[in-house]
């Protein structure tokens, strides 16, 4: 099974063994049809987390958020990952990374830190650094940006207006953007979220 959910492209999330076998659709053999089952819930999570005024920067929330997204296609959706990642952070320090940056998000709000725009691709930067999920991280960190937007009465950042699911040159816009805010330079990340 392993061979045929290889990543299609360098940013994609390999998959252990282990967290392939908690797939639940048995239908799913390729990775472009593990995109699409995952992309289906993605529609159904959104107006679900954007309905009432939560707790965006609340882990609980964000573990809701990530299983209301991957839950009919994994049962460790919204369950941080256990295995190592050539990206993210050690799995074991996911928990404490995660609460640092609710902490910091909530101090930036309250303290003016940073212009709205760059507050959220901030926080939607240091989510993907971390890496949580074992899969779907981009994703949730997107509508969990989205979330923090809305909380702060601002529209959802565009993205390009495209698909960053499967790869293309938008895909690679924004995963050079993230790397570009990975060495501090947050300004392709802030041009390409609004573009």
Avoid: K
């Amino acid at each position: 099974m392993s061979d045929l959910l290889d990543p299609a492209d360098d940013a994609a999330t390999p998959l252990t063994d282990e967290e392939q076998q908690d797939l639940i659709p048995s239908w799913i053999t390729l990775r472009a049809e593990l995109n699409e089952a995952e992309q289906a819930n993605i529609p159904e999570a959104t107006p679900w987390a954007l309905s009432r005024r939560r707790d965006v920067l609340g882990e609980w929330f964000l573990q809701a958020l990530h299983r209301r997204m991957f839950g009919r296609v994994w049962r460790w959706a919204g369950r941080y990952r256990q295995s190592a990642r050539s990206i993210g952070i050690d799995a074991c320090r996911i928990p404490v990374a995660l609460h640092q940056l609710l902490d910091d998000a909530r101090f930036w709000i309250e303290n003016d830190t940073w212009p709205l725009d760059e507050l959220a691709a901030r926080f939607h930067h240091r989510l993907v650094l971390i890496d949580p999920f074992p899969n779907g991280n981009g994703r949730h960190a997107r509508l969990a940006t989205d979330c923090l937007l809305h909380r702060l009465d601002r529209p959802r950042f565009s993205r390009g207006r495209t698909s960053l699911v499967h790869a293309g040159s938008t895909r690679q816009h924004y995963i050079d953007s993230l790397r570009a805010a990975d060495r501090r330079d947050l300004a392709p990340l802030l041009e390409f979220v609004r573009s």
